[in-house]
């Protein structure tokens, strides 16, 4: 998948604590060989086994991201612990330094990044977290054409990170985790149709 495809959507999904539980409940609502590929960025140490977690929860693809990893539609990319996810050039680059960013991984960061490569094409998802990682990149995303969804606050475990964005953005739709899926698959669709 490369910039020049136009026709594909990119989506990124953000969270901190409380996050794994929308991710898993989003990512279920979602068909095999949905047309666009999953980026996914939760708050974690170096530790993280979150795509292993993910195997075992969740009938999609799941690939842990290594630096310029190329993007596939269908496949769902989690962002190693304690790593920034960067798009740039159809592929994620993996880095250790991000300016201003005390969260690992950045959300904000994974959003600007997304907005600068996708444009109109992008697709940032806030769910449950603490503080406000993430609102200074939906904006970007909303300000680049892109749309931003958020996870209901009364829905989250932490409704902070939704909240934030909510206070600061203009989201698309402010659904429950499972509702945010299939929201996602009305937009995208899949492989097929």
């Excluded at 997304?114 to 697709?123: F, I, R, S, T």
């Excluded at 892109?146 to 698309?172: F, K, L, W």
Aim: aromatic share 4%.
């Amino acid at each position: 998948m490369s910039k020049d495809n136009t026709d594909t959507f990119v989506v990124a999904i953000g969270a901190s604590a409380g996050g794994l539980t929308a991710v898993v409940e989003l990512l279920r609502a979602l068909p095999e060989g949905l047309n666009a590929p999953i980026v996914i960025a939760i708050h974690s140490d170096p530790s993280s086994r979150l795509d292993t977690v993910l195997q075992a929860k969740i009938n999609l693809p799941i690939v842990k991201l290594e630096t310029d990893t190329k993007l596939e539609a269908g496949t769902v990319y989690v962002v190693p612990g304690a790593t920034h996810a960067l798009f740039r050039k159809g592929s994620v680059r993996l880095s250790e330094e991000v300016s201003e960013s005390g969260f690992r991984p950045s959300i904000d960061a994974l959003f600007m990044t997304l907005a600068a490569e996708y444009q109109d094409k992008a697709v940032a998802v806030v769910l449950s977290g603490l503080l406000k990682d993430g609102m200074r990149g939906a904006q970007v995303v909303y300000d680049m054409g892109g749309r931003t969804i958020v996870q209901n606050p009364e829905d989250a475990i932490y409704e902070s990170m939704p909240r934030s964005v909510i206070n600061s953005d203009h989201p698309a739709a402010i659904l429950s985790a499972t509702e945010l899926g299939e929201w996602l698959c009305d937009l995208i669709g899949d492989a097929d149709s």
